[in-house]
């Protein structure tokens, strides 16, 4: 699978892991990233809550959040958008680093719980039963 830093305008498309640049918030419109300069704030990021948000609103039912290890709690908030919007939810079970997903699972808007490898499978699985392509993809 391919892997890319993210340019602002950039076609979100299947089968590629995207990174996010660093000091960039990211939202995403008709199926292309939107970048801007995050502000310099204080306390805890919130990148990933916003993304999610606008993943959510932008896919509706074709959206998915996964939630790996890490510190703190972005993307919590955010995983009730994806639930509402009827997308599916991950969160990892055996991260190191868990407050991140310990915090997803706690918020009651997350579908399964797995290990990486399992998170893997069952995205593949998904990405077989879903015929459809991305909203404005040709």
């Given at each position: 699978?391919?892997?890319?830093?993210?340019?602002?305008?950039?076609?979100?498309?299947?089968?590629?892991?995207?990174?996010l640049p660093p000091g960039f918030q990211l939202t995403l419109s008709d199926a292309r990233f939107v970048l801007s300069k995050t502000r310099e704030r204080h306390g805890w990021p919130t990148t990933l809550s916003v993304f999610l948000c606008s993943l959510a609103e932008s896919l509706g039912s074709r959206a998915i959040a996964v939630i790996l290890s890490g510190l703190g709690n972005d993307g919590a908030?955010?995983?009730?958008?994806?639930k509402a919007a009827r997308g599916q939810t991950f969160a990892q079970a055996d991260a190191r680093w868990e407050g991140m997903p310990d915090g997803a699972v706690a918020t009651g808007n997350i579908g399964f719980t797995m290990t990486p490898a399992e998170i893997a499978n069952a995205l593949s699985?998904?990405?077989q039963m879903r015929q459809s392509p991305l909203p404005g993809a040709r």
């Open positions: 699978m391919a892997t890319c830093e993210i340019e602002h305008g950039m076609r979100l498309t299947a089968n590629c892991v995207f990174v908030s955010a995983l009730a958008a994806v699985a998904l990405s």
